[in-house]
């Protein structure tokens, strides 16, 4: 396959099990660039030996950390992917035929459509993991990602393209990877609150965890994937209440923000 003017940028953090996979599965690239905020496990020796070239780069949080890979890259066309997702196989052909014409082209960004594998198998109904549509290649001058520190969006104003075939996403290996970053990401979400002092609204939590279960067990499916979507609807729920009640905790008792973060470095779940 002849490489294309795109870079693949991913951004890590002792990602040693997952990053020779997702670099690999991208061979059309003519850059890979790892954005890494501090590894320990071998991650860097292992992307360079795949031929990536490594940046470290402090963190800064999924959005900033993202625009600072859209900043170093080599290419204007940059495709994103997580350390732990990687093309399929009919995703790799269908970029063979149509990258040549989309690099060439005024788009802004490209759509993919991501297949999630829970508990050792897709899920086949659960619809934020089955075919959810990801906007992860775009052209750096027509789209920048948003400056929040966990659940970043690619911002763009100007035309787009889905492609049909999916790429994959291994999610938490295990159920204890899916709680540590449950706790990570809640308390990047309490954070970016606290800064723009959103209103607290305790009394609201007894409906938010009913409310987010419902969504996710009934009308977004879960229950036609069986247990298996019985416990992502049930974690979506817990973690829907505990960021809201991290941030009460932090409008309480503001000296608890160092006190967490001094946690979650001891438990390497903060760089």
């Known amino acids: 396959m002849s490489r294309l003017p795109i870079s693949l ?104 459509r991501r297949t999630t594998w829970y508990m050792g198998a897709p899920m086949r109904w659960y619809r934020p993991l089955r075919g959810e549509r990801k906007a992860r290649l775009y052209h750096r001058a027509r789209a920048r990602w948003s400056d929040a520190r966990v659940h970043e969006t690619l911002l763009f104003d100007g035309e787009s393209q889905l492609l049909d075939a999916p790429f994959n996403h291994r999610n938490n290996p295990t159920l204890v990877h899916k709680q540590l970053k449950v706790l990570r990401y809640a308390e990047l979400k309490a954070l970016d609150w606290n800064e723009k002092r959103k209103p607290v609204a305790m009394w609201l939590a007894p409906l938010v965890f009913a409310s987010s279960f419902f969504k996710d067990y009934v009308l977004r499916l879960g229950f036609m994937d069986g247990w298996r979507g019985f416990v992502l609807s049930q974690m979506a729920a817990d973690y829907a209440i505990y960021k809201r009640m991290r941030y009460y905790e932090m409008q309480r008792d503001p000296q608890t923000i160092g006190e967490a973060r001094d946690q979650l470095v001891k438990h390497q779940l903060e760089r």
């Open 9 to 112: 940028v991913v951004i890590t953090y002792n990602e040693a099990g997952n990053i020779a996979r997702c670099l690999d599965s991208v061979p059309f690239a003519a850059e890979k660039l790892i954005i890494d905020s501090g590894s320990t496990d071998g991650t860097v020796a292992i992307a360079e030996a795949c031929g990536a070239r490594v940046v470290h780069q402090n963190w800064l949080g999924f959005g900033p950390q993202r625009n600072v890979g859209s900043t170093q890259a080599a290419h204007d066309w940059i495709l994103v992917l997580d350390a732990d997702e990687f093309l399929s196989e009919e995703l790799i052909e269908e970029c063979n035929r149509k990258l040549p014409a989309i690099v060439a082209s005024g788009l802004a960004a490209v759509w993919f």
